[in-house]
T-cell receptor, first 114, second 113 residues
Framework: EPEVTQTPSHQVTQMGQEVILRCVPI?????FYWYRQILGQKVEFLVS????????KSEIFDDQFSVERPDGSNFTLKIRSTKLEDSAMYFC????????????FGEGSWLTVV | KQEVTQIPAALSVPEGENLVLNCSFT??????LQWFRQDPGKGLTSLLL?????REQTSGRLNASLDKSSGRSTLYIAASQPGDSATYLC????????????FGQGTELSVKP
């Protein structure tokens, strides 16, 4: 069964450093997303991406964050100048032909900022 | 503000019991609603998707219902098994908000052998 894959599974970074989280969405999907889950809290929407541009973003997704689809298969989330409060599980997700389709999530990248 | 509330926060049942997990949402303009399963430290596994025009969806021992007018969804699990132990999350999508899902905090289910 096709799945969303994410790397790395766990990353520890120093405060102030830049982090890139990588995702390979399901191959025929057109909508891509990043969500995050701080330990013990709800899953929160960060950004959605369609047709090579951001279609929706939350108030969390400020200038510290950026997304990119550098080629036909990868989708990345870049976090600049990481802060302690950026420590969370980051989930990549994708969905098919319409935003009303089932959204499939990856296993997550656990980011720890120290 | 769009909110999703799940009750109960935690549930422990003996194996074989039928159970119902509840989800309520504040915005009637939902586009669809998804139920997910999350194992500790793992990703989200999609269980069922209900479009706003539908009343329920079934997959194996799982049945999810949607009542937009009352702002409620339920997930029914029949003949529960220890392998069903996980956190169950509901999330709804507002039409034309680019796939933004709004999640509840989840119900942590423990099924005892």
């Amino acid at each position: 069964e096709p799945e969303v894959t994410q790397t790395p599974s766990h990353q520890v970074t120093q405060m102030g450093q830049e982090v890139i989280l990588r995702c390979v969405p399901i191959s025929n999907h057109l909508y891509f997303y990043w969500y995050r889950q701080i330990l013990g809290q709800k899953v929160e929407f960060l950004v959605s991406f369609y047709n090579n541009e951001i279609s929706e973003k939350s108030e969390i997704f400020d200038d510290q964050f950026s997304v990119e689809r550098p080629d036909g298969s990868n989708f990345t989330l870049k976090i600049r100048s990481t802060k302690l409060e950026d420590s969370a599980m980051y989930f990549c997700a994708s969905s098919g032909a319409g935003s009303g389709n089932t959204i499939y999530f990856g296993e997550g990248s656990w980011l720890t900022v120290v | 503000k769009q909110e999703v509330t799940q009750i109960p926060a935690a549930l422990s049942v003996p194996e074989g019991e039928n159970l119902v997990l509840n989800c309520s949402f504040t915005d009637s303009a939902i586009y669809n609603l998804q139920w997910f399963r999350q194992d500790p430290g793992k990703g989200l596994t999609s269980l069922l998707l209900i479009q706003s025009s539908q009343r329920e969806q079934t997959s194996g021992r799982l049945n999810a219902s949607l009542d937009k007018s009352s702002g409620r969804s339920t997930l029914y699990i029949a003949a529960s098994q220890p392998g069903d132990s996980a956190t169950y999350l509901c999330a709804f999508m507002i039409y034309n908000q680019g796939g933004k899902l709004i999640f509840g905090q989840g119900t942590e289910l423990s099924v005892k052998p």
